[in-house]
């Protein structure tokens, strides 16, 4: 697959599968060489120093087994994005402890900076990550696919999304210098209201001129990937495709009342399987902590919703 230089490349030869996750099995094989694309969604990992916690739950613990799933399942991913709040305080134990994890993970990953993120210390720690004129973590990269974008959302010192001139002017840019070619925009905050006000309060600042931006773009810009909201959500945004999906640590729960408080709760985590092929975009959600049976059934008429044993 082409990358841009100076994208940091995390192949490894082999992923050290951690003693927490039972799964095995699943295709090992290298990505295949035809016009299809596998990606895997990671948002919102939340990671602190080794060994650290958040919610009373170890995001590091939790990522590996996301990790490890992904490994299992999906070994031929073209490409794993995470996009932001890579850490939850920002702080630089927490980017090297995401470099130790990361370093044995056989799938190219590229690595998104959200609002729980320091820029600085994220650059410090990955200096190869690409970053525009400005010093914002944003770039572009063809893939078999299309081109993928990949915004910066983050401002300092507040949980909402910014996007200023500066970066408007680099996405239009990079719009305007689309030939006919899909785009595909991952960035970290919703780029649009959701209906849920607490989440709304820390949402896009700048929300409607980047509407503008994808209004005036909207046949060149095939789906929008975003994390922030720790909530599975699809829908269109100037009538352009978006899917979210919850966090791997702790996860938000839909509260309509207009209450100013974010709700969470104890739900299951997930990561996102997303196929590109002849323009048309899946999404799989993957429940990765899943450890039950698995049911098995036929697909002939006959067999519709009987028991494996009756079906005939
Ligand atoms: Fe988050
Ligand atoms: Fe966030």
Redesign the pocket.
Known sequence: MPVVAGIPTLHRSQFRISSQSKKTGGSHSPAAHDERMKIIHV??I?LTGEGGTVLERSPGHNFLACLDHIVAHHADADLCVIT??LAHWGEREAYEHLQQILSPFPIETRLMI???DDRQIFQAVFPDTPSDANGFVQWSEATKAGRFIYLDTTEPGTHAGHFGHDRQQWLRAELENLEDEACYLFMHHHPSPIGIRAMDDIGQVNAPELRAILHAHRSKIAHIFF??C?LPLSGTVCGIPFAALR?TNHHGWQDFTGSPRLKGAELTPAYNVVLLENGDCVIHTIDFTYAGPIAEFGTRHADWAREPEAAV
Request: charged share 15%; proline share 0%.
């Open positions: 948002t919102d939340h932001g709040d959200g609002n729980h994390g922030h720790h966090g």
